[in-house]
C-alpha cells in the first residue's frame, strides 16, 4: 500500500514535469499557436494526450523498479529461515486463489508495520513487507496484509491508477496551456507566438490543477482500498483482516512516524483533517475496519 500509489504518484508528477518542460524547450508549444489569439485546440489536446499518458504509463512501468530502489527491498530468491519460507508459501498460495502469477517477495528495513504491491503486469508484481510488520504483527494478521496486497494486484489496481493518471494529465496539461495563452494573448497584449506571461501563467495553472488532480486520484485511490480489504478478507478471512487493521491503529497511535513525504502511502495511512484528508490516499483505519464488519 505504501509505494504503490505514492512512489507511483511522485515519479509521475517528475516525469510529467521533464516531458512538459521538453515541449516548451524544443518549441513544441509554439509550433500549436494559430492566427489571431486562438490556439490549435485539437493539436493542444493530442499533445496534452500523449505526455500525460507518457508521463503516467512511464511511470507505472519504473514503479517496481523504483520502489525496490528507494525501499531497499531484499528479494528473497531461496528463504534462509522459517519466517522467508511461509511468507513465500503464503503469498504463493494467495496468488493461486487470486489467479494472478507468482509475485516476486521481499523484506525491507523499517521499523513500521507496512507492506505495499506494485508493477505494471499482475502476473509480474512485488509484494513487499517491512521487517516492523514481520516483528509486531502475528502470522494470521500479517497473512491478512500480503491478503489486502494480493488483492490489490488481482484487481489491477495499478494499471487502473495508470490510467486515470493519464487522463487527469491529459486535461491538467491542455486546460493549464488554454489558460496561459488567454493571458498571455488578451491580459499581456502579445500578438504572435508565445511571451513570458503565457510560460509563467501555464506553470503556475498546471501546478494548481495538478492539485486537484492529485485529490481525484487519491478520492480513486481510497475507493480501491475498501475493495483490496475485502479481498484480503476473502483470501486471509474477515477476522483476520480486521485484526490486522486493529492492530495497525494501533500502530498509528504509538509511532511517531514515517517520512513525512512517505507516511499518506502506508498501509496504516495518516490521519489528516481538512484538504489535507482529500490528498490522502488511504481511509481512515477506522472506516475501513467498520466496512469489513458491515459487510
Not at 185 to 197: A, P, S
Request: proline letters at 2%.
Amino acid at each position: 500500500m505504501f509505494s504503490r500509489i505514492g512512489l507511483f504518484l511522485i515519479t509521475n508528477i517528475a516525469v510529467l514535469a521533464v516531458l512538459s518542460i521538453s515541449m516548451r524547450v524544443l518549441g513544441i508549444d509554439q509550433m500549436l499557436a494559430a492566427d489571431g489569439i486562438g490556439i490549435n485546440l485539437t493539436g493542444l489536446l493530442i499533445m496534452a494526450a500523449i505526455i500525460g499518458f507518457a508521463g503516467s504509463f512511464i511511470s507505472l512501468a519504473i514503479s517496481k523498479w523504483m520502489a525496490k530502489r528507494s525501499m531497499g527491498v531484499q528479494l528473497i530468491s531461496q528463504p534462509t529461515n522459517s519466517s522467508e519460507r511461509w511468507l513465500l508459501e503464503t503469498v504463493r498460495r494467495q496468488a493461486e486463489m487470486a489467479n494472478i502469477g507468482m509475485p516476486e517477495v521481499g523484506i525491507f528495513n523499517s521499523p513500521q508495520p507496512n507492506a505495499f504491491a506494485t508493477g505494471m503486469n499482475r502476473n509480474n508484481a512485488l509484494v513487499a513487507v517491512s521487517s516492523g510488520l514481520l516483528n509486531s504483527m502475528t502470522q494470521d494478521e500479517v497473512e491478512a496484509v500480503l491478503g489486502h496486497e494480493i488483492s490489490h494486484v488481482a484487481n489491477g489496481d495499478m494499471i487502473t491508477m495508470g490510467l486515470i493518471q493519464g487522463v487527469l494529465n491529459t486535461f491538467v496539461i491542455f486546460i493549464s496551456r488554454v489558460i496561459g495563452t488567454f493571458v498571455d494573448r488578451v491580459i499581456f497584449k502579445n500578438e504572435r507566438g508565445f511571451g513570458i506571461g503565457y510560460f509563467v501563467v501555464s506553470i503556475i495553472a498546471e501546478l494548481i490543477l495538478g492539485v486537484f488532480a492529485a485529490m481525484i486520484a487519491a478520492w480513486f485511490s481510497r475507493h480501491r482500498e475498501f475493495r483490496a480489504d475485502a479481498g484480503g478478507a476473502q483470501l486471509a478471512g474477515k477476522h483476520k483482516m480486521i485484526a490486522a487493521l486493529q492492530r495497525l491503529s494501533q500502530s498509528q497511535q504509538e509511532k511517531s512516524a514515517m517520512p513525512n513525504e512517505l507516511a499518506a502511502f502506508g498501509i496504516s495511512g495518516g490521519l489528516k483533517h481538512g484538504i489535507a484528508a482529500m490528498l490522502m490516499t488511504h481511509p481512515p483505519l477506522e472506516q475501513r475496519i467498520e466496512a469489513l464488519r458491515n459487510s
